[in-house]
């Protein structure tokens, strides 16, 4: 069974700061995919970032970077110049790939403060 | 115009009555999904369907009840509801072996509330 973990139930982090989100995964698969959602006080799930694991190359979308260590099984979620609206739930997902359930860790809520 | 759609997006019922919700996604995706998010938020999948065939079927009280009209539609029925069925119901859909990467999407969830 796959299993998320995200070992930092709440952080703050000033507005205009960097702040990283830790998850680690456990799996014996060879190729899955790893996301991060972030979930504001609307409930609505936004995807953040994906990763196979087949590339090597950190994913990157505009202020959210990732840093994949395969073989450590760490998938850490970097958000740069944060902003107010950044405020959320985040969660780290696993998937297998097709015919596999979403299985997510128990997420971090993050403040971003002025 | 909306991926996934759900509704009702908040339902307040009673202890022991039988409620619906409705899940509709016009992605042209395969496969749909229910998640529960309980009260600590933690998010636990319920069922997969694939092409209408379900696929994953999580330990779920038979009270509740997938119904796939066709693979645009997942529908959840549940039946004698109880106060611990209380929880944000998300609708999902993905396609597998797209170039996504098989991302799931997710609706904006069905609050329900059982008093």
């Known amino acids: 069974a796959q299993t998320v973990t995200q070992s930092q139930p709440e952080m703050s982090v000033q507005e205009a700061e960097t702040v990283t989100l830790s998850c680690t995964y456990d799996?014996?698969?060879?190729?899955?995919?790893l996301f991060w959602y972030k979930q504001p006080p609307s409930r609505q799930m936004i995807l953040v970032i994906r990763q196979e694991a087949y590339k090597q190359q950190n994913a990157t979308e505009n202020r959210f970077s990732v840093n994949f260590q395969k073989a450590a099984k760490s998938f850490s979620l970097k958000i740069s110049d944060s902003q107010l609206g950044d405020t959320a739930m985040y969660f780290c997902?696993?998937?297998?790939?097709?015919?596999?359930?979403?299985?997510f860790g128990k997420g971090t809520s993050l403040l971003v403060t002025p | 115009d909306t991926a996934v759609s759900q509704t009702p997006k908040y339902l307040v019922t009673q202890m022991g009555n039988d409620k619906s919700i409705k899940c509709e996604q016009n992605l042209g995706h395969d496969t749909m999904y229910w998640y529960k998010q309980d009260s600590k938020k933690f998010l636990k999948i319920m069922f997969s369907?694939?092409?209408?065939?379900?696929?994953i079927n999580e330990t779920v009280p038979n009270r509740f009840s997938p119904k796939s009209p066709d693979k645009a539609h997942l529908n959840l029925h549940i039946n004698s509801l109880e106060l611990g069925d209380s929880a944000v119901y998300f609708c999902?859909?993905?396609?597998?072996?797209?170039?996504?990467?098989?991302?799931?999407?997710f609706g904006e969830g069905s609050w329900l509330t059982v008093v």
């Open positions: 999902a859909s993905s396609q597998p072996r797209d170039r996504a990467g098989n991302t799931i999407y």
């Open positions: 799996t014996s698969e060879s190729n899955y995919y």
């Open positions: 369907y694939n092409n209408k065939e379900l696929i």
């Open positions: 997902a696993f998937t297998a790939g097709p015919g596999y359930a979403l299985n």
